[in-house]
């Protein structure tokens, strides 16, 4: 039983189902989750006064159906639900479980693995809104560029907050990364593959993502206001 004081509750059901994807989940359901997670801290996902004999599914679930929570494992885009009752980890969750797990007392114990990073991060240097951007810093230059960029498919503030924290988290993870090993480009695996991901491509990832607070200052603002439904 893994047992940290530091992480918090949603960090700990996220290492929970890295721990099943590991085991050769291809994905879990709320119930596989709920024993992981209970076999990592008993003590805070077991039964009130049977901790040690059975989970709270309940309070484990807490942290993924409480849409209103920042930190919730769904909106954090650490998990994506499969079907119903069913989810699996993302490369930006696998990503922060690697970076949680090799953190003890601060201390970074071991590179990390740069493949779930790269998978993290990829989709937004690959997309074509980010090649316009790093070829002419006039773009995008219309909404629509910018939201196709951020993966925006509805007028939700909630929905919007989420891609957004998405995005920087993945650019995060990666220069995290790059400094975390002295390196200066990133990619899949020892022996490569994909496109080189340089320091300078994270850096331009960071200046687009705001760059689209400034330029689109309006439509976001607009979408920001929505009223939760």
Known sequence: MAVSATLTAAQEVLLGAADLMKRGYEEFSEWDLTVAVWNRNRNKFGCRGYEDQYPDHK???????????????LRKGWFEKTRS????VTPLGFAEAERLEQKKGGVVSASRSPNKVYDAVV???SHRVYKDHSRNTDEPNTWLGASSFLGITKHDAMHLEDRVRRA???????????DETGQDSLRRGPTGGGITIRRQDIETLHSLLTVI???????????????PK
């Open 85 to 88: 009752n069913h989810y699996k």
């Open 123 to 125: 989709k937004y240097v």
């Open 59 to 73: 309070r484990v679930m807490m942290e993924i159906m409480s849409r209103k929570k920042k930190d919730n494992p």
């Open 168 to 178: 920087k988290a993945a650019a995060d993870q990666a220069m995290e990364w790059l």
């Open 213 to 227: 607070e400034d330029r689109f200052k309006l439509q976001l603002d607009a979408i920001r206001k929505q009223k």
